[in-house]
Structure formats: C-alpha cells, structure tokens
C-alpha cells in the first residue's frame, strides 16, 4: 500500500503530541545506566533534547537557541532601514501636493469675478505661498518643522498634516513609554500635560530627589508589573531608549540625522521636549556606555517608521531572549522562561517547544517518577524501579542463546518456588493443583457428562529448591575500568541483579562494595549516583574483600556468596587491617580470600580483561577459594553474572 504524506510550512495549527513521561523515563534510565545521575541526565534531556526509541524527537535549549538566532538573521537579511522616512516622505509630498492644488483652484475661482485690486492681492497672497512651500527644507523633521507655522489654505491639507503629526508623536512617546496607552490615543494638551509631569517626576526620581513609592503610587498603572525600585524603573526606561538609539546606530549618517531633526520637530511642548532631553541626560549617566546596539540589515523590504521601531524592540528582545536561554543552559533551570514572548518572537513552534522544555520536570513529577529534594530532584521508588527493570531487561534481552551453554535443570523436587511445567500427581506430592489440565485430563479418559475425577486425573505444578542466598556485589571503580565502558557495564549488572532478587527471590539479601584505592559500601540504590566514584590511586582487593566478608558475616544461612566484577589485579592493600606489610598487595588479597573461604563464602569473580598477567591472579583466588572465575566482555558481562545467579538459586533436591 503506498503511503502518502503531506508537508505544509507551520502555522500554528499543527497539533505536536508531547513528549511523554514514559519516553522521557526512558532516556534517563538510559542515561543513568551508562553516563551518570538523575542531575546529567535531566541536564541532558533540557539542554541537548532527546530521540524516543520511537525516533520522536524533543529538541533541547540549544536547539530553542538556534532557533532564536536564525530568526534574528531572518530579520537582518529582510529589512532595510533606508526606506524607514519614506512613508513620510510620501506623506508630506501628497500634503503639499493638496496645499498646491488647493491654491491654484482658489486663485482660478476668484480671478473672474474679483476686482483687479482684489486679483492683485489674491496673486500676491498665492505667490507667498507657493514660496513657502518652494522653499521647504527636503528633510522630513524641517519640512514639519516649517509646516507648523505655515496657515493651510487647503483644510483637507491641514487635516492630513495634523493627523501626520499626531501619528509620529504617539509613535515616539509610545517607544519611551508604553503604558500611556489611553493618553497616546487621543493625545489631548491633558494627555500630554500628564506625559510631561510624569516624565518630570521620573527625573527628580532618577536624580535621587524624588521618592519612589510616591512615583509608583501615582504612576505606577503606567508601567509594567514587578518594578518595585528606582533601579529597575531606570533599567525598563533603558531598554525602551535603547530600541530608539539601536534604529539611530543601525541608519548612515545621513538617515540618522534626518531621524533625529524629525524627532526634534514633532513637539511643540518646549517643556516635555526638555524633560525629554534631561531624561536621555540621565540615561547616559546612569547606564554609561550601554547604549543600542548596531544591527546590520541587509534586506530589500521597506520598513514604516512605527513599523522600524517596533522591529528594533523585537530585535533587542531578541538579544534580551539570548541571555535568558544561556542562562538556563548555565544553570540548568528553565522554570522562569517566558514560553508567551518566544512566542511572539520566534513562532508558536518554538513556543509550544519552551512550554514543553518548562513543563518537562512537573510532567515528571506528576508522573511519579521524580521528587523534589531541597533543591534538587531525585528519582522515586518507582522510578528506581523502572531503571532496574530495563537494566535487567537490557542484559537478558542481549543474552546470545549459545553464550552460556543450556541451563536446563533435568532434575525436579520438592522446594519453595512453583515452575510453569506439571507432573501427574503422585502419593506424596505437594498438591500444587493445575486445575485446566486436570479437567482436560478427565475430558480425554471420559469425554461424556456428567464428568467424574479421580485420583489419576489430577496434574500438579513441578516445584524446585529455591536457597535463601546473601550476596556482595565487589565493583572496581579503578581508573582502567572508566575505559571501554567497563565500570557502567558492573554498575547495570548490579542495578539488574537488585531489580532480579527484588522481584524475583524476595528473602535474599544484596549490597555493593565500590573500591579503587578505598572502598565504599553501598546500598544498591546508591548506584543511580555518581557523587561517590572516585577512581584512581590504586586497586585494593583486600580491604574490599573484607568489607564484603564482614557484611555477609551478619547474613546467617543459605548462600553466602561474593561477585567481583574486575578487570585488573590488587596493587594495594590496608596495613592498618592485620596484613603484613612486607606481604605485598597480593599475598595480602590471598589471605584475606583465605578467610572467606573458611567461613564458607564463595568468590566469584567476573574478569573484563584478557591479559594473561591479569587474568593469572583471577585463576589463583578461584583455586584457594573454590570459586569460579569467569572472562567476559563488558557486552558480555551482565549475562555471565545474571544467569550464573539464577542457576544456582535453583539447585535440585533428589
């Protein structure tokens, strides 16, 4: 069947299925098997993202931050500035054009009717006009400049001007102070008497002869939430004015001067243009050497002048959005990203992406796979349990059928743990009835109703001796097994054979000594940590030994037994522990395995090393202990210890 599939540019109304908690538990556990703790691994998942088994991809902060970055280029290789006053140009060319229009048709109109001395003087007054407008500066700001003193005689060109002016000036005030939204709109001598007393208060408060709280109580509704200092206040005004100065620094020489005269000339609050100026004035000294930023456009498409500030707010909040995204890559926290203005300023992708990145550990959390601890998460028992299982799973799933022989048992007997196989009931066995065969064995001897039993139609469930075993998991933690994987390799045997005796043999016993030049006993889920490994120094086999001896000392009947997972010999030992000094590290190991050996705990020890001078030492504690030495791969070395402990859980009784 031919499969076919649609691609379409993303729009917002695509649905993106989550990530799951069960997908994202399959990474950690993954990740804390092979690479370290819950801490890298959540550190991992947020900064790098991560593929599901199922190729679902969730991007990371690096990949929201490339994303970020590759909006900003879009903007730069988009837009040219150079066309910013065109708009305007245009503008006041199609208002002087009205004002032209409308002289001549008043001149054509009066001239046939009106007295000569009349004529005369309506000739003079068009020709001054026409002057005026002839002698117009080309800039925009001097054009405006001008306009303002000249009287209309086209009312429709009055109209046009006024509204051009009130549209600049609101465009202006709105980049240095948005929330006068109410004022800004109609911009009454009220609204602008309000505009220019505020300004002057911010002043007096910038310069340290104003309060706050006072300027908050009586402007506060004008500026954004969780401003509570003068400081931020000076720093929101500062971000505003930067927008500004960035448009200035981003133009040539030529454009920026217009812009500035333009500016210059859109007030005629000689006040508010002051304050203005003594604001900027306090700017510059508060924030020395922090002004806009120069952005290189390179683009073709025209820009209007409210539309080319706007920009350069996206622009700075763009670079604003840069910082907090390294910073929640340096710190590893994303609970304070603004997933509504990635929005606004990459794209609804990245924004449902920012949502998902902030809500990934409460899903965790809720999931029940995650806690909090202080500060810091760790993993809840069920999430340890999780982990154990797919180790356990990883390593019989891996297990090649031909690696370890049959293990078949052809022995039966009676013991503790019921198998999935049946016998025909016999005088004295268990009754461990299997009900299904038992009915169909008297189906087939009596296929008619009503159906009879008897003694010979009963089938019971095989039972085999299950030991009661205590056993030390001996994990070298010595620099050479960091290489090849062989240290993560012991710790998810040891996770697995945890999760095996859990759930599978109840009443054993397990613990975990980690050595390199010291030894740590460990409960087994220490394991998902990694603040505790400390390679190096040496390789004490004696003290670890002894650690293991003295722990299973406690463990009274069944199995005692220890599994070292190693790939090297003892090249130190404890001297303060009875050894004789002059010994040396392996004579010192020897008589320690000599103890075991008298309290009847068996060593077996897994080597990931082939070397014969390694592999030598390994041989000769199996010969003084009656253990058994086995040499495997760090692939390899999980189905050795695994089956080779469920092997002898089961020993038949005759």
Request: proline residues 4%; glycine residues 8%; charged residues 30%.
């Amino acid at each position: 069947m031919l499969n076919i599939y649609r691609y379409s540019r993303w729009d917002g109304t695509q649905q993106i299925d989550p990530f799951t908690p069960e997908e994202a538990m399959e990474f950690i556990a993954e990740h804390v098997l092979d690479e370290g703790d819950l801490r890298s691994a959540l550190r991992r998942m947020l900064q790098r993202g991560v593929t599901s088994p199922q190729g679902r991809r969730m991007e990371g902060l690096q990949d929201l931050l490339d994303r970020l970055r590759k909006a900003r280029e879009r903007h730069l290789q988009r837009y040219n500035l150079g066309s910013t006053l065109s708009d305007i140009k245009e503008r006041l060319e199609n208002i002087l054009q009205t004002e032209r229009v409308a002289i001549q048709d008043k001149l054509g109109a009066d001239q046939s009717s009106a007295p000569p001395e009349l004529r005369k003087m309506l000739e003079n007054l068009a020709s001054k006009r026409l002057r005026q407008l002839d002698q117009l500066p080309e800039d925009p700001g001097g054009q405006i400049q001008q306009l303002r003193e000249y009287d209309f005689l086209s009312p429709d060109a009055r109209q046009q001007f006024e509204e051009l002016l009130k549209e600049l000036q609101q465009q202006i005030l709105q980049q240095y102070f948005k929330g006068f939204q109410q004022g800004l709109q109609s911009l009454t001598p009220e609204a602008l008497k309000d505009i220019r007393d505020m300004v002057r208060d911010l002043n007096r408060v910038l310069e340290g002869r104003g309060d706050f709280d006072e300027f908050k109580r009586k402007w506060g509704q004008h500026f954004p939430p969780g401003i509570n200092s003068a400081e931020e206040l000076a720093q929101y005004i500062q971000q505003q004015m930067a927008a500004m100065e960035s448009l200035l620094n981003s133009m040539s020489p030529e454009q920026r001067r217009e812009l500035e005269q333009l500016m210059e000339s859109i007030f005629q609050d000689a006040e508010l243009q002051a304050e203005l100026g003594r604001l900027a004035a306090n700017m510059q000294r508060l924030f020395p050497g922090e002004g806009g930023e120069e952005f290189p456009f390179a683009g073709d498409e025209p820009l209007t002048l409210q539309e080319a500030m706007r920009l350069m707010g996206d622009m700075h909040g763009l670079d604003a959005m840069e910082q907090e995204l390294l910073q929640a890559l340096k710190t590893n926290d994303v609970s304070e990203l603004d997933a509504d203005e990635i929005g606004r300023l990459v794209g609804a992708e990245a924004q449902a992406l920012a949502e998902q990145l902030r809500d990934l550990t409460r899903m965790l959390e809720q999931a029940g796979l995650i806690q909090r601890k202080g500060k810091d998460w760790e993993l809840t028992p069920r999430a340890l349990r999780k982990i154990g299982e797919k180790a356990l799973q990883d390593i019989f799933g891996n297990v090649d059928s031909g690696l370890l022989g049959n293990h078949d048992l052809l022995l039966r007997g009676f013991g503790s743990e019921r198998l999935d196989e049946t016998k025909r009931y016999t005088f004295g066995d268990p009754f461990a009835l299997d009900a299904n065969r038992t009915l169909m064995n008297a189906l087939y001897r009596q296929p008619e109703k009503p159906l009879r039993l008897t003694t010979d139609d009963f089938e019971i469930y095989r039972t085999t001796a299950v030991t009661r075993c205590s056993t030390v998991i001996m994990l070298d933690m010595s620099y050479s097994m960091m290489m090849g994987g062989r240290f993560q390799a012991g710790r998810r045997v040891a996770l697995a054979l945890d999760t095996l005796i859990r759930t599978k043999f109840p009443r054993d016993w397990l613990r975990v000594v980690a050595f390199s030049y010291f030894v740590l006993t460990l409960e087994p889920q220490m394991l998902l940590d990694s603040y505790w490994v400390e390679y190096g120094g040496g390789t004490n086999f004696q003290e670890a030994l002894r650690q293991a001896r003295l722990q299973l000392q406690r463990q009274k009947g069944g199995t005692r037994q220890i599994v070292m997972i190693t790939d090297g010999e003892p090249n130190t030992y404890s001297y303060w522990s009875g050894g004789d000094g002059g010994r040396g590290a392996m004579a010192e190991t020897l008589r320690e395995v000599a103890r075991c050996t008298r309290e009847g705990i068996v060593i077996n020890t897994f080597m990931m090393a082939q070397e014969p001078t390694l592999t030598h030492f390994v041989r000769l504690m199996a010969k003084v202990n009656h253990g058994r030495a086995f040499f495997a791969s760090p692939r390899e070395i999980g189905a050795y210890v695994l089956l080779d402990y469920v092997s002898n859980k089961r020993r038949a009784v005759r």
